[in-house]
Structures are given as structure tokens and as C-alpha cells.
């Protein structure tokens, strides 16, 4: 989107290098890179970026009106209610895909909103690998709000330890060390020294949780809470104790939000950044342009259960209305230039809210194929996971 850094950057690449910064990644952390990291940043004007932030605010409107919470009452499965929810999510992840409007600007459109941690610590690595291995130009970076490398690791350590020591913060995950996104738990742990404990590990006396490690029983003070309800539900996991009990213990992200700030809030915006959406439900007749929306399920994660090619046969059929999203589809453009195709992007914008939800970092995800994700994106080099540099306000 700056086709000057882009075709400078595009020029200078070098392959070694790239092969070298995954070699190394992986090296320091137990060949756990097992997503694929792109060739390449993005490079986003100052004008674009003004107007992702334009639209995030727009979503975060929508989730601090006073009548948001009755609205979204119903997102969590009463099952799966976790005691102790705090007023709003401690991390938002608002994707845009960029695309271009009817005059040919460059616009971002909602994808997705997640009341859900990301790769924080990860992405804050990448960047200074990106850093070690090419040449970025100068006065860019990949953080907001006045944030550095610095402040920003302090930022999100101050998030995830409170008071507590180390040793007393648990990432909390199902099978830590087989998740496709652990490579992000370690960097995590050689950061502030958190460790990763698997829910099953976890066990309750009293009003309290604890974990042994080395043999040595330690009391849970904050969970950094990671693991998807789905997926234990999927894999029938047995706890020790009910999750859903009233507990001393600090849940550094709410697992209610996981359910609330997800598709369940897509019908409730209206804005130009986001395409529109319905709960299925609640649709007495479907849009005319059906071959345009795509159905989601309201209760599924990384993609799984999205139909692209949506029929009125289809719709009638289905017996739980009430668990779908019916979305128009985004224009994705492929703009961004690479050795043998121009590919798509999304961005994430990330954010930690304490007091005030704070604009902190991005993640981008670049594809050739019909949908982002690794199924579409099978045998394509420059498509992956990275970040987005912008100059540095």
C-alpha cells in the first residue's frame, strides 16, 4: 500500500535470510513455529491506518453502550457460565480485511471481533526478528498508542502477572504443547515466567485451584485464560473441578468474553466498516442477493462449519436457526504485490483493556486462496502469518 517500501522491500528480498529468521525462530523454541509465517510485512500509510482505527472505535462503541450486556446475554451456553465475570474483556482482537470501495480506496471490512488473547507475545517477537533479518525502513513500527518494544512488553506483563508471582499465573490450555499456537506460550514463559499448565492439571480445595510442578504444589492466583471451550467439549476432557464454580482466583480474560465479543455481536453494528449481518433467527425472509452472504455458526472457532455457497434449500433445512449468522460476503483485494501473484490481507487489530481499552499491537494474516487458513493456502509461498509496520506517530 506504500509502493515505493513495497517494491524496495520486494527487490531486496532474500530467500537465505527468510529460511534463516524460521530456522532460527524455531531453534530458540522447540520447533514449535507450526503455522506459517509470511514472506513479508505489510506496509500501511498513515491515512489507512487512521481509518482502522476509525472503524475499531466504531466497534468499541458498540460493545460499551449501556444496553450491549442484555443484548448479549444469551451468547454464553448456560453450561459453560463461568463465575466472576469482570465488566468488559481484558484483550480484543477486532480483523479487517482490506479491500477497495466503489471509488477504489483502499477500506478495511469487519471480519470478525474476539473477546479472546492472541498472539501477544509472539507477535512482539516476530517483530524484532523481522527487525534481525531485514532491512525495514526507518521510523516504522508495528505498535500504537505511543507504545515501543519496551512499554509494550511492560504493558501486557503488568496485564497478565497483577501482584502475583510468576509462579502464580497459569496459561491456561488444554494440551499446551500440541496447540498450534504454542510457540506463543513459550515466549510467554521466557518473558514473564508464566508457565503453561493444561486445564486437566489443574485440581480445586476449597475455594482454591493448584498445579504441582517438580512435585511442589502451587496455588493459582491469576489464569491467563487460552484454552476454547469447543475444544474440550469436543474431546469430552474431564475437569477436577467445576470451572464454572465461584473460585478464588483472577481470570486474566474472562472466558464469558470468549462468547460475547465473537459473531454474536456482528448483527449488532452498523457501520461502513462492517458488511451486513443477521442472526438467522430472526429473518423472515432472506436477502435477494443470497449467493452474496456467507453462514456462520455462532458457536465454532478457527473457520470450522462457514458455508461460502449459501442457498434459501440450504437455510430451511437447517434445525438450529438460532445458532447462525447470515453475513455478506467481502470483496477481498488482492493487492499486495508478490513474486508470482498479488495475495489478500486481513489485519488484527489487538488491544488490552484495563481501564480503557488500549490499542497495542496488530496481526496480519496474507492469502492466495479462497479463504484465509492453511487449507487454502497449500503449496503458496508469501502467504502466512506477519505484521504491519506503520509510521511511528
Known amino acids: 500500500m506504500i509502493p515505493e ?6 527487490a531486496h528480498f532474500d530467500e537465505q535470510a527468510y529460511l534463516e529468521m524460521i530456522r532460527d525462530i524455531n531453534e530458540c523454541y522447540h520447533h ?5 509465517v509470511a514472506e513479508t510485512p505489510l506496509f500501511l500509510p498513515e491515512h489507512f491506518v487512521q481509518t482502522l482505527i476509525a ?8 460493545i460499551r453502550q449501556p444496553d450491549y450486556m442484555e443484548k448479549v446475554k444469551d451468547a454464553v451456553p448456560p453450561q459453560l457460565v463461568v463465575a466472576n465475570e469482570d ?3 481484558t484483550f480484543l482482537q477486532i480483523d479487517f480485511a482490506i479491500c477497495r470501495d466503489a471509488n477504489g480506496e483502499f477500506i478495511p471490512q469487519l471480519i470478525e471481533l474476539q473477546g479472546f488473547p492472541s498472539l501477544y507475545a509472539f507477535q512482539h517477537y516476530l517483530d524484532g526478528k523481522l527487525r534481525q533479518y531485514f532491512s525495514l525502513p526507518e521510523g516504522f513500527t508495528p505498535f500504537f498508542s505511543g507504545l515501543n518494544r519496551e512499554s509494550y512488553k511492560k504493558l501486557l506483563g503488568d496485564i497478565l502477572l497483577g501482584n502475583s508471582d510468576p509462579e502464580n499465573v497459569v496459561l491456561l490450555e488444554l494440551e499446551p504443547d500440541q496447540q498450534k499456537t ?6 510467554t514463559e521466557t518473558y514473564y515466567g508464566i508457565p503453561h499448565v493444561c486445564v486437566t492439571d489443574l485440581y480445586r480445595k476449597g475455594e482454591r485451584l493448584f498445579y504441582r510442578r517438580r512435585g511442589v504444589e502451587i496455588p493459582v492466583e491469576r489464569i491467563y485464560y487460552r484454552f476454547i471451550f469447543d475444544e474440550l467439549m469436543a474431546k469430552n476432557v474431564q475437569f477436577s473441578f467445576d470451572i464454572t464454580a465461584e473460585l478464588n482466583v483472577t481470570w486474566v480474560g474472562h472466558p464469558n468474553w470468549f462468547f460475547k465479543v465473537s459473531k454474536y455481536t456482528l448483527p449488532l453494528i452498523h457501520s461502513p466498516y462492517c458488511p451486513p449481518c443477521y442472526y438467522l433467527k430472526d429473518l423472515t425472509e432472506y436477502p435477494p442477493d443470497l449467493e452474496h452472504y456467507v453462514l456462520k455458526p455462532l458457536f465454532s472457532f478457527a473457520g470450522q462449519g462457514v458455508v461460502l455457497d449459501v442457498t434459501r434449500e440450504l437455510l430451511d433445512n437447517l434445525s438450529n436457526r438460532g445458532n447462525y449468522i447470515l453475513q455478506r460476503k467481502i470483496g477481498y483485494t488482492p493487492f499486495l504485490k508478490t513474486p508470482d501473484e498479488n495475495a489478500t490481507a486481513e489485519v488484527r487489530m489487538m ?14 494474516r496474507i492469502s492466495k486462496g479462497k ?20 509510521p511511528a506517530g
Open 32 to 36: 514449535s513455529l507450526v503455522f506459517r
Open 351 to 364: 488491544f488490552i483493556w484495563d481501564e480503557e481499552p488500549i490499542l497495542v499491537n496488530n496481526l496480519v
Open 55 to 62: 472503524a475499531s472505535r466504531e466497534m468499541l462503541q458498540v
Open 5 to 10: 517500501l513495497r517494491d524496495a522491500f520486494n
Open 371 to 390: 479463504m484465509m487458513g492453511v487449507d487454502y493456502n497449500k503449496n503458496k509461498t508469501w502467504v502466512g502469518s506477519s505484521l504491519a509496520y506503520h
Open 182 to 187: 504454542r510457540i506463543d506460550f513459550y515466549i
Open 87 to 89: 465488566e468488559h474483556p
